[in-house]
T-cell receptor
Framework: DGGITQSPKYLFRKEGQNVTLSCEQN?????MYWYRQDPGQGLRLIYY???????QKGDIAEGYSVSREKKESFPLTVTSAQKNPTAFYLC??????????FGSGTRLTVV | KQEVTQIPAALSVPEGENLVLNCSFT??????LQWFRQDPGKGLTSLLL?????REQTSGRLNASLDKSSGRSTLYIAASQPGDSATYLC????????????FGTGTLLAVQP
């Protein structure tokens, strides 16, 4: 995983429930990202953070929330407001000389 | 609109063939371009990163080229092996405040033994 740990690998959400996906990195990068992957579509940006205590909405932020209290951690919460949450979620870090490094992903399914 | 297109969508070749995957992008003002590999149910593995000032990058049997003026990048895989079977994704970074990636939808490669 290149120093990025995502957990859990599989997650099941009931209707109306909030769930949190974990992303931890030990690569000492400031910039962290959450992307969503759906079958037949390219990855889309949900939220990103360039520095601790700061984060910005991406292209599809509705129904999601994040926090960045530590450099190493960037958890993503999928709220009940997200009407179609079933997808594969990927966390990544970015470094100027290395580009992007992705985690192994969390597959979220609504039951 | 910044878009990335990958052709072909799927490719099946016999083992040992050399092959080329294509990526095109609509806006040539890129910061860098990155090729990834994705195995089923897995995350993305970075293969090659090409900065906007570079023409190509090589890693083992892989060679990626970049032609900004024509809005194209190619990934060349030499002497393909069954273990190369995966989805290959091209992603463009336009820099700016986000450094977000614009992804193509990928090429699904199957190398037959």
């Amino acid at each position: 995983d290149g120093g990025i740990t995502q957990s859990p690998k599989y997650l099941f959400r009931k209707e109306g429930q909030n769930v949190t996906l974990s992303c931890e990195q030990n690569l000492n990068h400031d910039a962290m990202y959450w992307y969503r992957q759906d079958p037949g579509q390219g990855l889309r940006l949900i939220y990103y953070s360039q520095i601790v205590n700061d984060f910005q909405k991406g292209d599809i932020a509705e129904g999601y929330s994040v926090s960045r209290e530590k450099k190493e951690s960037f958890p993503l919460t999928v709220t009940s407001a997200q009407k179609n949450p079933t997808a594969f979620y990927l966390c990544a870090v970015w470094g100027q000389n290395y580009g992007y490094t992705f985690g192994s992903g969390t597959r979220l399914t609504v039951v | 609109k910044q878009e990335v297109t990958q052709i072909p969508a799927a490719l099946s070749v016999p083992e040992g063939e050399n092959l080329v995957l294509n990526c095109s992008f609509t806006d040539s003002a890129i910061y860098n371009l990155q090729w990834f590999r994705q195995d089923p149910g897995k995350g993305l593995t970075s293969l090659l990163l090409i900065q906007s000032s570079q023409r190509e990058q090589t890693s083992g049997r892989l060679n990626a080229s970049l032609d900004k003026s024509s809005g194209r990048s190619t990934l060349y895989i030499a002497a393909s092996q069954p273990g190369d079977s995966a989805t290959y994704l091209c992603a463009v970074n336009y820099g700016g405040a986000t450094n977000k990636l614009i992804f193509g939808t990928g090429t699904l490669l199957a190398v037959q033994p």
